[in-house]
Structures are given as structure tokens and as C-alpha cells.
């Protein structure tokens, strides 16, 4: 099935908190960086081959409905070609606000690609090749990095127009229901992977390969 609901957000804009809330609208399994990090060997590899050019997007999609947060959001305008009915979404997050989250995970952690042990190689290989395609991997400066964001959010208003939802986390459940014809679930909207289990996350490192 084509992938339904595309998030066109980056890292650290509420990503995973949009994929709890998509799968719990019926629209999982929702794509992740965390299913990347489930198994690194298999999916990093297509990952980095697709940001260099090379993308099977029904291969890297396969049993997915929907998609968010990195690898995704890199390839927002070529997902809109080949699924040109999937509806989008991007976090009204502040480029500020965004930053100072950035920088304490993503980013500090991609400073030290070039050390990280064995088995996370393939995981950073393939993080450089995703982030330095949306233009955050490079540069260093907090300005750059800000006009990054804001080029990549400006770029996704000006292409994708009523296909777009630009959501606002605080407003809860409504404003996404609304734009995807979903009844509102009487349960709090979701919030989670803040900064400690990004690190948690990244210190266990990936699971283990079953051979």
C-alpha cells in the first residue's frame, strides 16, 4: 500500500510523538529512525544508497502506511512525486526552539561519527549521507544550522501547499484529525522521546543480528 501520511519534519520537531499519534489513528506502521536502528545492517545501507541517489522507495517502505522523522524528511519532495495523493505534515516548531534540542542530541552525536564504535558505523555512514542531503550535516555554526531549518520548512510551505498540515504539538489532537478525516481519541495526545531517551536509546546502541 502507498504510504498514506508523509511527515516532512526533521529531527527533534516532535517526530516521534507524531509517529505514536499516526499509529494510533490508524495509519501504522509508521516509518522511523527508530525502525533504521532496529536493524541497522539491512536498512542503513538502502538508506544511504537511496541519498546518494540510488532510492527504491516501495522496498524502503514495504509494510509501512505512513513515514516520519529522518530518513523521511529528507526526501519530502521526492516522496510527494511518488505518492502524489499522501497527505503532510511538518511541526510549526521555532528554529530556536529546534536548535537547542539539535544540538544536544542529533548533532553532538554526529560530531563524533567519525569514533563510534563498529557496529554503529553503518547507522552514522548513513546518517551523514541523510542529513548532508537536507543540508544538516556540514555545517556547525548555530546560524547555519538555523537557516538550514528554515530553508527546509519554507521549501516544504512553498511546494506542498493543501497537501500540507503545518502542526502546532500544543494544539492536540483536532488540528490533525481534522486534516485527516479521523475522529479525535479521548486519550491525551502523545509526547515522547525527549532529549534522555534519544541518549538512552543510542547508549544500549543497536539490538543485536540474529543470523
Known sequence: MPLQVIGAGVGRTGTYSLKLALEKLGYGPTHHMK?????????????????????????????????????????????SE????????????????WYES?????HKLMMGADHAPPPM???????????GKAGF????ERDDLID??????????ATLGDRLLVFDYRDGWEPLCVFLGCAVPEEPFPKSNNREDFWERIKNGPPPQQH
Do not use: C
Open 137 to 140: 550535516y556540514g555545517p556547525t
Open 82 to 97: 511518488k505518492y502524489p495523493d499522501a497527505k503532510f505534515v511538518i511541526s510549526s516548531r521555532s528554529a530556536e526552539s
Open 35 to 79: 525502525e533504521v536502528f532496529k536493524d541497522v545492517p539491512r536498512h542503513a545501507p538502502a538508506w544511504q544508497r537511496a541519498a546518494e541517489g540510488a532510492a527504491d522507495f516501495d522496498e524502503l517502505y514495504a509494510g509501512y502506511n505512513s513515514a516520519v522523522d529522518w530518513p523521511t524528511a529528507s526526501f519530502w519532495l521526492e516522496l
Open 121 to 131: 558505523q553503518p547507522f552514522m555512514s548513513m546518517g551523514k549521507a541523510v542529513l
Open 148 to 157: 538550514a531549518y528554515n530553508d527546509h520548512v519554507e521549501a516544504v510551505k
Open 102 to 106: 539539535f544540538s544536544e542530541t542529533i
